[in-house]
């Protein structure tokens, strides 16, 4: 059975951007439209009635400024997640916004496609939040936060893949593994400190751009392994 799409607030003064917004939410697979409010005011009265996952925030309303509603938000203990979707470049605001629990900033004018990415980087954070148990290591943490931090739109990392952990498993294999011998995803695992799918899900991905290529080695067991190494003339992954 799959989830609930997550509900969306779209809150912009705007009507033609409030429209566009509304329906860019609506091609997003995994997400649904909660409703648009035009003013601070009807902001507050939608989210007092009907559950909301997540905010899209404007910064500039007729009638108070979108930080008003944040603290709002946050004072009455209210959960859901807050994306910044404004023109306001000011330092001061953006490090207000921050402070009070933005989980994402996208200035104005912008892609349909790094809307997309917004929304999925999100997704993809609640859910491994969703599934991670109460205690993290340093690596693990990283990796999550990372998720509301992923590369640039058209960087060429799927969806889900960080660009730090991508260095890390690159690191590892050029360090510790050759060209006659590399490593598997169960030691890249434990070099990087993740988990030995994960390791693999980058490693592939290493493999399909030309920057590693797939070895067999043969154990104790005479049971082949597939292990990944470097490939001579590659460069850096960036």
Not at 206 to 222: D, E, I, K, Q
């Given at each position: 059975m799959s989830p609930d799409p997550l509900a969306v607030l779209v809150v912009e003064d705007e009507e033609i951007a409030a429209r566009a917004h509304a329906d860019y939410v609506g091609r997003i697979e995994g997400f649904a439209l909660s409703g648009?409010?035009?003013?601070?005011?009807?902001?507050?009265?939608?989210?007092?009635?009907h559950r909301v996952d997540v905010v899209l925030l404007d910064m500039n309303l007729p009638d108070g400024h979108g930080l008003d509603i944040l603290r709002q938000l946050r004072g009455s203990g209210y959960a859901c997640d807050v994306i910044?979707?404004?023109?306001?470049?000011?330092?001061?605001?953006?490090?207000?916004?921050?402070?009070?629990?933005?989980?994402?900033?996208?200035?104005?004018?912008?892609?349909?496609?790094?809307?997309?990415?917004?929304?999925?980087?999100?997704?993809?954070?609640?859910?491994?939040?969703?599934?991670?148990?109460?205690?993290?290591?340093?690596?693990?943490?990283?990796?999550?936060?990372?998720?509301?931090?992923?590369?640039?739109?058209?960087?060429?990392?799927?969806?889900?893949?960080?660009?730090t952990t991508l260095d890390a498993v690159t690191t590892a294999v050029r360090s510790h593994g050759g060209p006659d011998e590399g490593l598997s995803a169960t030691?890249?695992?434990?070099?990087?400190?993740?988990?030995?799918?994960?390791?693999?899900?980058?490693?592939?991905?290493?493999?399909?751009?030309?920057?590693?290529?797939?070895?067999?080695?043969?154990?104790?067991?005479?049971?082949?392994?597939v292990d990944y190494r470097p490939v001579a003339s590659a460069g850096p992954s960036r």
């Open positions: 648009v409010a035009r003013t601070r005011q009807d902001a507050v009265r939608h989210l007092a009635r910044a979707v404004t023109s306001a470049r000011d330092l001061a605001v953006v490090k207000r916004a921050v402070e009070q629990g933005v989980a994402s900033y996208l200035l104005k004018p912008f892609t349909f496609a790094a809307f997309r990415a917004k929304l999925e980087q999100l997704a993809t954070f609640r859910r491994q939040v969703a599934s991670s148990g109460d205690d993290l290591g340093q690596h693990e943490l990283d990796e999550m936060l990372g998720l509301l931090r992923t590369s640039r739109v058209g960087d060429g990392l799927p969806k889900g893949l960080t660009r030691e890249v695992a434990e070099v990087v400190g993740s988990s030995r799918v994960t390791a693999r899900r980058y490693l592939e991905h290493l493999v399909s751009t030309g920057a590693l290529t797939r070895g067999t080695r043969f154990g104790g067991s005479g049971r082949p392994e």
